[in-house]
């Protein structure tokens, strides 16, 4: 997608999707459509690309994490941070959350969990899961402004160990690659190799000539 386009689609069963800047792009779950607006709109007033849910179910069926393998036409689509109510009917944003985290394709997703009730054993038991962060409501601009400098800065981090091994791989294979052996010709001092080796002065003439044609 194309950096400053913006794209909506409608999601069926409530759900609806924009997207909007070339940065993060959020997932965001909550069975209120006033808590799901708020937070959408921080998150774009936060640079961030914006994807809305109103349900566990449905988040994972965006994800393709629900076994229907025709459930989501925007799984390619890379998804950097994952923002869950933890109230939620049916599969509740604790649920979610495991269920991510057991996902061999999108455990390392970031996860942050929102909850208007400051229960602490909750927040511990989603902390403990792989929760990035457990926020309460209002979640406020500073609160998302913070989660999004967090995840850039591991972001960041991650393609610099990346760069880093992949350096040091491709020193460990010019290491391992053997030395080019000496043809028979270069042992032994021919008058003719250098009777075939252009002269300064040829060179200049094919420098010249080739200027000619620019």
Do not use: W
């Not at 997703?109 to 209002?138: H, T, W, Y």
């Not at 800065?153 to 990346?162: G, P, S, V």
Request: glycine content about 6%; hydrophobic content about 35%.
């Amino acid at each position: 997608m194309a950096v400053g386009e913006v794209m909506r689609m409608e999601i069926p069963s409530g759900g609806d999707m924009s997207v909007t800047s070339p940065e993060l792009h959020v997932l965001a779950v909550d069975d209120s459509i006033v808590d799901r607006k708020v937070i959408e709109r921080l998150l774009r007033i936060s640079a961030c690309k914006v994807t809305t849910v109103e349900s566990g179910a449905r988040a994972l069926q965006y994800l393709g994490l629900d076994g229907d393998k025709g459930a989501s036409g925007l799984k390619d689509l890379k998804v950097n941070l994952i923002v869950t109510d933890y109230s939620m009917p049916g599969l509740t944003g604790y649920d979610l959350l495991k269920k991510i985290k057991e996902s061999s394709v999108f455990r390392e997703i970031p996860v942050v969990i929102m909850s208007s009730e400051n229960i602490l054993p909750r927040i511990e038991q989603c902390l403990r899961e792989g929760a990035e962060d457990f926020l309460l409501k209002p979640v406020k601009l500073a609160d998302v402004k913070r989660i999004k400098e967090l995840i850039m800065r591991n972001e960041a981090e991650d393609c610099k160990t990346l760069s880093h091994s992949n350096k040091r791989k491709l020193a460990e294979y010019i290491d391992d690659a053997p030395s080019p052996s000496p043809s028979p010709s270069s042992s032994t001092h021919d008058d003719s190799s250098a009777k075939d080796f252009p002269s300064s002065k040829q060179m200049k003439s094919a420098d010249e000539k080739f200027s000619s044609l620019l």
